[in-house]
């Protein structure tokens, strides 16, 4: 699928998935979804290295949720194109084995939770407070990674943090 259905989608549309549909991401149209709260965006879309990429429809600002899955290309998450989500609050990434930079200024001001799972270059540097990545991260406030196939690492800001794992799950109050 290159376009969207003739005709168009309703314009009240809220929650839109998209899998491995790399031409659609392309299309103009995208930010007439005004309404569009939610954006999920599935692989494998192997064409896509960077998110998101020059080239691409400008994402509608009225996003508050973005998902990323199974992105097995995808190497940068690029936080300009980003920057005018002043309503994005979420930003989960899982199984995008390539991902390893965080590139740009740094992420929306608005986010307050960003979840990588399964993308372990990036993981680590995350966890390791890498001077390229973390001034992008650092504001948000509540921060995990999956450190292992049953726990997760999470940082936070003053907040109550519940993240699961497959087997345990993870509490942290502070």
């Known amino acids: 699928m290159e376009t969207f259905p003739e005709g168009g989608m309703p314009r009240s549309l809220r929650t839109l998935r998209i899998g491995n549909c790399e031409k659609l991401l392309r299309n103009p149209s995208l930010t007439l979804f005004d309404m569009l709260t ?3 965006i599935g692989g494998p879309c192997d064409g896509v ?9 400008l994402l509608p600002p009225s996003l508050t949720t973005i998902y990323l899955r199974k992105m097995s290309s995808l ?3 690029e936080c300009t194109g980003l920057l005018h989500l002043t309503s994005l609050q979420q930003l989960m ?4 084995p390539q991902l390893e930079n965080i590139e740009g200024e740094r992420l929306p001001a608005s986010l307050i939770k960003l979840q990588i799972i399964g993308c372990p270059l990036v993981e680590e540097r995350c966890r390791m407070k890498h001077p390229q990545i973390w001034p992008k991260i650092s504001h948000i406030k509540v921060c995990c990674t999956r450190s292992n196939e049953h726990s997760f690492n999470c940082r936070t800001h003053h907040r109550k ?4 794992g497959i087997n345990k799950v993870l509490r942290l109050v502070t």
């Open 75 to 77: 190497h940068t998450l």
């Open 93 to 96: 990434i899982t199984d995008c």
């Open 38 to 40: 939610v954006l999920s």
């Open 49 to 57: 290295e960077s998110f998101p990429k020059k080239g691409l429809a």
């Open 161 to 164: 943090v519940f993240c699961g």
